[in-house]
């Protein structure tokens, strides 16, 4: 049997129910979600069951041209009556599960290959757009199935746990990352060229990725007498291209004990491994600079904070205020974003990426992180300047599943060497969930449900950060 945990369904079958109950079930299940999609109101779904029954609801027959009232601005690229999206429901099963658990059930219910569908994030795109009037995942079940749930996703970040995340997820194996990755190994939102410049069309994600780092070490000041404390390695390619654009030093930390490795087997490759030092280390047990300073010049993190944990973002800013120099210091966060009006319902329950991508992960907002930050520091990190990146995330999550599906046929091999009693039943499981983990995300960027911001943080008198300003 697969690893993946079969949900409500497959736990009626397990307590041995009776197959007319369960089936009796299932068919209430179903009727109860076909009633929530007759409310669509932007595009057309459509499902066929596998008796070959079709439905289609189609919301375009009720509000064509829906007005900027009916949707923020920021969504009216998706305001289009021929956004159509077929499912196919191969199971009786994803019924139950979609009732139970909505967004997990459905989840769960395409990896299990109960659901399919040719365009993932065209069906969640659709949902956002009708995301208030389809009401399945609020009521009184709803209500009743969180605070089962809820206590499974509220992990506490301790040291320990921070350690556990960081394996389940960046220990998978270097090379499956490498499969869907840019050259440069860089696992975070890219910056893309503007439309309005004519290069654009020819833009790469590597050049993307590239210009992206280099936006941060512009907003560091770093510079050649820096030494940068990085929190978060990944592969490397930051404290790299820090180094190689600056001749500064870093030290970079990781809870990865598998990216620790290949990251330095890139620096030395590189030639930087006199100016780098990978640490495998918790953020909050970081060693002091040996080289004569107290602390360190410039602080960056990239799309780490997001495994830091809601309990412990004040712990996090505040072993950074630690850390930074007090006289000049600078910091740059790199941030995935839930956007204000969400957050209470989404720091409520858990989601997709935090059963069964990213455990322990939390998402804050941009209020939340900056009123942390203060708190945290006490007043001593002064917020400089936010930049919002997420729309740049959209194209670089399309990119990495379609160099994911692309290269499966070396995926698998590796995760059979990691794994050896894997089964193809696993496999199968892994490539949809990935799959499905990559267009959730796409969607999300696509439809401004998800942000990404860069922001840098100075001490008040940190001069660095208008040395470019003519006075």
């Given at each position: 049997m697969?690893?993946?945990?079969?949900?409500?369904?497959?736990?009626?079958k397990?307590?041995?129910?009776?197959?007319?109950?369960?089936a009796?079930?299932?068919?209430?299940?179903r009727?109860?979600?076909?009633?929530?999609?007759?409310?669509l109101?932007h595009?057309?779904l459509?499902?066929y069951?596998?008796?070959?029954?079709k439905?289609?609801?189609?919301?375009?027959t009720l509000?064509d041209a829906?007005s900027?009232?009916?949707?923020?601005p920021?969504r009216?690229?998706?305001?289009k009556?021929?956004?159509?999206?077929?499912?196919?429901?191969h199971?009786?099963?994803?019924?139950?599960?979609?009732?139970?658990?909505?967004?997990?059930g459905?989840a769960?219910?395409?990896?299990l290959g109960?659901i399919?569908?040719?365009?993932?994030?065209?069906?969640?795109?659709l949902?956002v757009?009708?995301?208030?009037?389809?009401?399945?995942?609020s009521?009184?079940?709803?209500?009743?199935?969180?605070?089962v749930?809820a206590?499974?996703?509220?992990?506490s970040n301790?040291?320990?746990?921070?350690?556990?995340?960081?394996?389940?997820?960046?220990?998978?194996?270097?090379?499956?990352f490498?499969?869907?990755?840019?050259?440069?190994?860089t696992?975070?939102a890219p910056?893309w060229?503007?439309t309005t410049?004519?290069?654009?069309a020819?833009?790469?994600?590597?050049?993307?990725?590239?210009?992206k780092?280099?936006?941060?070490?512009a907003?560091a000041r770093?510079?050649a007498?820096?030494?940068i404390?990085e929190?978060?390695?990944?592969w490397g390619s930051?404290?790299?291209?820090a180094?190689?654009?600056t001749?500064?030093h870093v030290t970079t930390?990781?809870?990865?004990?598998?990216?620790?490795?290949?990251?330095?087997?890139?620096?030395?490759?590189?030639?930087?491994?006199?100016?780098?030092?990978?640490?495998?280390?918790?953020?909050?047990?970081v060693?002091?600079p040996n080289?004569?300073?107290?602390?360190?010049?410039?602080?960056?993190?990239?799309?780490?904070?997001?495994?830091?944990?809601?309990?412990?973002?004040?712990?996090y800013f505040?072993?950074?205020?630690?850390?930074?120099?007090?006289d000049?210091?600078?910091?740059?966060f790199?941030?995935i974003t839930i956007?204000e009006?969400?957050y209470?319902?989404?720091a409520?329950?858990?989601?997709?990426i935090?059963?069964?991508?990213?455990?322990?992960?939390?998402?804050?907002?941009v209020?939340?992180?900056?009123?942390s930050?203060?708190?945290?520091s006490?007043?001593?990190?002064?917020?400089d300047?936010v930049?919002?990146?997420?729309?740049?995330?959209?194209?670089?999550?399309?990119?990495?599943?379609?160099?994911?599906?692309?290269?499966?046929?070396?995926?698998g091999?590796?995760?059979r060497?990691?794994?050896?009693?894997i089964?193809?039943?696993d496999?199968?499981?892994f490539k949809?969930?990935?799959?499905?983990?990559?267009?959730y995300?796409?969607?999300g960027?696509?439809?401004?449900?998800l942000g990404?911001?860069?922001?840098?943080?100075?001490?008040?008198?940190?001069?660095e950060?208008?040395?470019?300003?003519?006075?």
């Amino acid at each position: 049997m697969s690893s993946i945990w079969k949900s409500w369904a497959s736990l009626m079958k397990v307590l041995c129910f009776p197959r007319t109950l369960v089936a009796a079930t299932a068919d209430i299940a179903r009727r109860i979600v076909l009633s929530q999609f007759h409310k669509l109101e932007h595009g057309t779904l459509v499902i066929y069951e596998p008796n070959g029954t079709k439905h289609v609801f189609d919301g375009s027959t009720l509000t064509d041209a829906p007005s900027a009232t009916t949707l923020p601005p920021e969504r009216h690229g998706l305001q289009k009556s021929d956004l159509a999206v077929e499912l196919h429901i191969h199971s009786p099963d994803a019924w139950i599960r979609i009732l139970l658990t909505h967004d997990i059930g459905f989840a769960e219910s395409y990896m299990l290959g109960e659901i399919t569908c040719e365009n993932l994030t065209s069906f969640f795109q659709l949902f956002v757009l009708n995301s208030a009037a389809l009401t399945l995942g609020s009521g009184i079940l709803s209500s009743l199935t969180s605070v089962v749930t809820a206590p499974l996703h509220r992990l506490s970040n301790t040291t320990d746990q921070s350690l556990l995340n960081a394996q389940s997820h960046y220990s998978l194996s270097s090379d499956m990352f490498a499969a869907f990755l840019d050259p440069t190994m860089t696992y975070s939102a890219p910056i893309w060229l503007p439309t309005t410049d004519p290069a654009s069309a020819n833009d790469t994600l590597q050049a993307a990725q590239a210009r992206k780092l280099h936006h941060i070490i512009a907003e560091a000041r770093i510079k050649a007498s820096d030494h940068i404390l990085e929190i978060g390695t990944g592969w490397g390619s930051f404290a790299i291209e820090a180094v190689r654009a600056t001749s500064c030093h870093v030290t970079t930390i990781t809870l990865s004990s598998e990216q620790a490795l290949l990251a330095q087997e890139r620096i030395r490759d590189a030639g930087f491994h006199h100016e780098i030092e990978v640490l495998v280390c918790d953020y909050r047990h970081v060693p002091l600079p040996n080289d004569g300073k107290s602390r360190y010049d410039k602080i960056v993190s990239i799309e780490m904070i997001e495994h830091v944990g809601s309990g412990y973002l004040d712990t996090y800013f505040g072993c950074v205020d630690r850390y930074l120099k007090p006289d000049g210091g600078i910091a740059v966060f790199q941030v995935i974003t839930i956007p204000e009006p969400r957050y209470l319902g989404y720091a409520a329950r858990q989601d997709f990426i935090q059963r069964y991508i990213f455990p322990g992960g939390h998402l804050p907002t941009v209020s939340g992180l900056v009123g942390s930050i203060d708190r945290a520091s006490k007043g001593r990190m002064v917020v400089d300047n936010v930049t919002s990146l997420g729309g740049h995330y959209a194209r670089a999550l399309r990119e990495w599943r379609e160099n994911f599906l692309a290269n499966w046929e070396k995926v698998g091999p590796v995760l059979r060497k990691r794994k050896p009693a894997i089964t193809d039943a696993d496999l199968e499981i892994f490539k949809r969930k990935w799959e499905y983990y990559f267009s959730y995300c796409e969607a999300g960027f696509a439809t401004k449900t998800l942000g990404d911001v860069s922001i840098t943080v100075g001490r008040e008198g940190a001069m660095e950060l208008i040395e470019d300003i003519p006075m």
